[in-house]
């Protein structure tokens, strides 16, 4: 997979492209239901203890749920016949799952609960689609009836009410923490040309509209319902928008592949979960920097993720169907990049992240190349070819290094930077030139076989100068 080609933004003379997200290391990456069996969807909950998704169990579709460490996996409905079911939204605590279903020739919703009781909300003749559940599960917005539009429901199915009609066509993204908006593309009646993009569709029935054409993305709200973000075809591959609900503040980042799918906001909106070219990324949504990706062997589809995107889970793609179920945790150990530049240097910062390691001491390292690395006596290997202590290869030993070394803070955090010298400027125009390295960091603590009790994947990055 060529990463060159995934990302399109220049600032202050800087391309950052990172090729594979150093996400986690040892166990941190489970597989929670096989590559040969197929399934319609899967949800992380909004606090990232609980992945629920379907699979077909004794010729019918049920509704699954599964701790994100691949324990408790359980089945949450006993379906005696197979139907289509698709999964829309979960509480926050995963305790709650809203989900259509197909029932005598119609599509309905249903809650089922973590220990397995099922409640139909909604009956025919009408359909109904796209649960939308806020995050403790009292309000679900969601799409159907005649002659059609957005509804809003309490968790029990009552006090419903039209919130936005749109007869001809609407596509739900997720709905706030507090239930009171939900972000959608509506289209006004059959005949019309054009689609109105709702900011958000509001509780009390008012939509805030955007002129924006996002007919081919899933707006999404951040968890405070104070951002909006969609993506847009663009003459140069993908633009993702991100809107302040008050319209004060509007960013656009511009992506050079048209395969790019918003998967999910983060609960502040500052970072948004991204599926491109068959890879899973997180990028700012105030700059392109950084830009991290996790490249599984197989093309990604309907990656999901909790609300600070630490806990990701996503199916592999293959002839328009879903297989296998894989959690990836970054909350084990990860790295973190965002750059910046000023008169003298081009300063690329790194966070390193290990939360179950809170105030422990930490050793981060560089290095040209990652193979064969550096063997440990117990056979354990540090994915650099490079000294610990901060010390680069040869390549890279005229840039400065700092914070490589030291004890993480009481989130589990570190922060460590290098120094790229920037080159001179000249009349002629740009020339862009790549600086390739990778990182890695390790845990230390003296009761760990050889003082080492944790070893993170490597981080390759490419920074490009302009000259």
Known sequence: ???????????????????????????????????????????????????????????????????????????????????????????????????????????????????????????????????????????????????????????????????????????????????????????????????????????????????????????LLSDDEAWFAATTPDPFGTRLDLVASDRSTATSLVFSSPAVKLAQLSADGSRALLEIDGAVGISSTSSAEPWLVAAPSFPVGDATASNDLSVIAYSHARAGQLHGLWVLRRDATSTDVAVHRDDDFTVVDFTFSAPGDRGREYVAALSSATSPGRVLADGRVVPLDASLGGRATAGLNRHRISGFRGFLDASGQAHGAVLLANPPSGDAPPFYFPVHFNVAFVILDPSAPLGIARISEPLPVTVWLRT
């Open 1 to 219: 997979m060529n990463a060159s080609g995934w990302i399109r933004g220049v600032r202050w003379g800087v391309v950052v492209l990172i090729g594979m997200a150093a996400a986690a290391s040892g166990d941190a990456i489970r597989e929670i239901v096989p590559d040969g069996e197929r399934i319609t969807n899967a949800i992380v909950s909004g606090d990232g203890s609980h992945v629920v998704f379907t699979r077909k169990v004794g010729g019918a579709t049920q509704v699954f749920s599964a701790a994100t460490d691949g324990s408790d996996i359980r089945g949450l409905t006993a379906f005696t016949t197979d139907s289509f079911t698709r999964i829309g939204s979960v509480s926050d605590d995963g305790t709650l799952v809203a989900f259509v279903r197909v029932t005598n020739g119609g599509s309905q919703i249903f809650v089922a609960t973590s220990t397995g009781v099922v409640r139909q909300l909604t009956f025919g003749p009408a359909t109904y689609e796209q649960p939308r559940m806020n995050a403790d599960g009292s309000r679900i917005f969601f799409v159907g009836g005649n002659p059609g539009g957005v509804l809003c429901m309490n968790g029990l199915g009552a006090d419903r009410r039209l919130v936005s009609y749109s007869p001809a066509y609407a596509q739900l993204g997720n709905c706030g923490h507090a239930g009171n908006r939900v972000g959608g593309v509506v289209s006004g009646f059959a005949g019309d040309v054009g689609f109105r993009v709702t900011q958000s569709i509001e509780y009390s029935g008012r939509d805030r509209v955007l002129p924006f054409d996002y007919r081919y993305s899933t707006p």
